[in-house]
Nanobody
Framework: QVQLVESGGGSVLSGGSLRLSCAASTSSFYCMAWFRQAPGKEREGVGYLDRDGSLGYTDSVKGRFTISRDNAKNMYLQMNSLKPDDTAMYYC??????????????????WGQGTQVTVSS
């Protein structure tokens, strides 16, 4: 059974940093991405990273968040200069095909259970 497992969430003060990890049970994912969902809001794409290095972020996190992969299975989200608006459940998503620049949740077939990030002022 294919699994995605997130870790690294927690509570930090505004301006702080966190590093999220996503571990996949298979190396077959070409595209991996991070999404987040705050209470009462729709799920939002944070950024994606293809195996070939294609990378993209939503505007609100550019310059503050960095996505990386150390192999075909593991992905990371380094979050710096965190703001209260970044508070959300963060999800790892993956797809065997290229990302094609998509930050739409409909483009991803596999999802993790999420890890909570809370930023207080």
């Amino acid at each position: 059974q294919v699994q995605l497992v997130e870790s690294g969430g927690g509570s930090v003060l505004s301006g702080g940093s966190l590093r999220l990890s996503c571990a996949a049970s298979t190396s077959s994912f070409y595209c991996m991405a991070w999404f987040r969902q705050a209470p009462g809001k729709e799920r939002e794409g944070v950024g994606y990273l293809d195996r070939d290095g294609s990378l993209g972020y939503t505007d609100s996190v550019k310059g503050r968040f960095t996505i990386s992969r150390d192999n075909a299975k593991n992905m990371y989200l380094q979050m710096n200069s965190l703001k209260p608006d970044d508070t959300a459940m963060y999800y790892c998503a993956a797809e065997p095909a290229p990302c094609y620049g998509s930050l739409s949740s409909n483009a991803y077939s596999y999802w993790g259970q999420g890890t909570q990030v809370t930023v207080s002022s």
